[in-house]
């Protein structure tokens, strides 16, 4: 096991990681999974309280997923998805549309990817309608949409951006509902609402040179899991349909079933359309999918489009059309892993049983919530996470390694800590997990 942590100093470039740290604090040598936990080259196991980043929804080694990928290995393991197609990505497209409403997906391999093509799309789909001026773009404060030049340039993490200014196109944030921010005595949908009336004003002045605004639906997850209202989406779904400006949303970490409902956007819902009819979902013009989509095995991403979108770029001039790939687009895979777990959310009512989870899982974090060094404790479908009050510089380091030593891989977002665990996690997981929690935030050298 040393020989591999000193390997991996030597030859690999950890992300999002200061290697020098690592002399300090090792990453764990993991030699295999099992459903929600991991196994390191001793013997150890840690929960995967944090899905392995988000990713991972049925645990891991699954042996549906597994099954499903053996079988796609034996007939293709990619192919060119230009001039190509097969059966796993048509598919896959075909069951997205019914559950998104939008029916045409384009494929790329990390979110990162996706956000680009989103981007890239609403600003062609103006340039192909006869206005190309409109080609700027909107996010939120605190939001990340990834680390690519052009996702980055919509993201609002100082860390992560500030160093690479100079390269990036100017963007502008729109004031972020997260309900923490909400004035002594103020709901969280009036806020919500309030942040609302801010983008309308933005968008009166500058919706002529905007092409989108892009958001992480209900939960900011890079700004350390920060919630907010739904009235927040339907206001701005309203608002963009209005001033005529895209709304992309960014389903990558909420997507499949993290926020309770399948995509988080469902639980922002529109007035019904006429008398008979009940409220509706709102839709947005693009979606962007990844991390769950295959249950954490391959990466994959999608971006999904409505039919007007798609028609803007339907024609006999070859530059015209949406002419963005990447080589692995659409891999039969990382597809075939993406039907297995539609398969599982299926044929295990995943949806439902998650509801009673989490009923069960906020239970089991009762006492965490009530302790008195945590604020701001919050929950939405299978995401808890809290503000530790009194953090020193250092906290998130040295809460992960004691969280380490009792079984529990976390990482705090500063001093946010969360945990997002994968599906298949059980009841006594969560105590577990609750016990470990309660004596990092019990020992005050932490
Ligand atoms: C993780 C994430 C991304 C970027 O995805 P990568 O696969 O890491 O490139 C984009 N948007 C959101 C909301 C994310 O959480």
Redo the contacts with the bound molecule.
């Keep these: 096991m040393n020989d591999l942590l000193s390997r991996t100093r030597a030859a690999v470039w950890h992300p999002c990681t200061q290697m020098k740290q690592l002399e300090a604090a090792p990453p764990l040598a993991i030699a295999r999974g099992e459903g929600a936990w991991l196994i390191d080259t001793d013997g150890r196991r840690y929960l995967d309280a944090i899905s392995s980043w ?1 990713v991972n929804l049925f645990g891991h080694c699954n042996p549906r997923i597994n099954a499903a990928i053996t079988d796609q290995l034996g007939k293709i393991e990619h192919v060119m998805l230009a001039g190509a197609t097969h059966a796993p990505v048509v598919e896959l497209s075909e069951r997205l549309a019914a559950l998104t409403g939008l029916g045409h997906a384009f494929y790329g391999s ?3 990817s996706a ?1 680009e093509i989103a981007l890239k799309m609403s600003a062609h789909y103006w340039r192909n309608s006869g206005q190309p001026e409109k080609n700027g773009f909107i996010s939120l404060q605190n939001g ?3 680390e690519t030049v052009g ?1 980055l340039s919509v993201t609002d993490i100082p860390l992560f951006k500030d160093t690479y200014a100079p390269l990036l196109r100017h963007t502008v944030q729109a004031p972020t509902p997260d309900a923490r921010l909400a004035e002594p005595g103020e709901t969280a949908e009036t806020y919500a609402l309030r942040c609302a009336d801010a983008l309308e004003a933005h968008l009166a002045g500058h919706a002529a040179t905007t092409a989108a605004l892009i958001v ?1 639906p209900l939960v900011q ?2 700004a350390g899991m920060a919630m907010y209202h739904p009235a927040y989406l339907t206001r701005a779904r309203e608002l963009c349909g209005q001033y005529k400006v895209h709304l992309i949303a ?1 389903e ?2 909420v997507g499949f079933g993290r926020t309770g409902t399948m995509f988080a956007c469902e639980q922002a819902t529109a007035p019904p359309l006429a008398a008979p009819l009940s409220p509706h979902a709102i839709r947005p013009d693009f979606i962007c999918l ?2 769950g989509i295959t249950g954490g095995y391959l990466p994959l991403s999608a971006v999904l489009t409505t039919d007007d979108v798609y028609a803007a770029f339907y024609g006999d001039a070859t530059a015209r059309g949406f002419l963005h790939s990447h080589s692995y687009t659409g891999n039969p895979l990382a597809c075939r892993a993406a039907l297995a777990v539609l398969d599982i959310f299926e044929h295990d009512q995943v949806i439902a049983a998650n509801r009673a989870k989490s009923i069960e899982f906020t239970k089991a974090l009762a006492e965490v919530a009530a302790h008195p060094r945590v604020r701001h404790f919050r929950h939405l479908g299978m995401i808890w996470a809290f503000d530790a009050a009194d953090a020193m510089p250092g906290f998130s380091t040295r809460f992960h390694r004691a969280a380490l030593a009792l079984g529990a891989f976390i990482r705090p977002i500063g001093n946010t800590v969360y945990v997002m665990p994968p599906y298949v996690t059980n009841t006594d997981d969560m105590r577990g997990l609750a016990g470990a929690m309660l004596r990092c935030l019990d020992n005050p050298a932490i």
Excluded: P, R
């Design positions: 988000w990390d979110g990162a956000t990340y949409h990834g996702a992480e997850g890079a960014d990558i970490a990844s991390k």
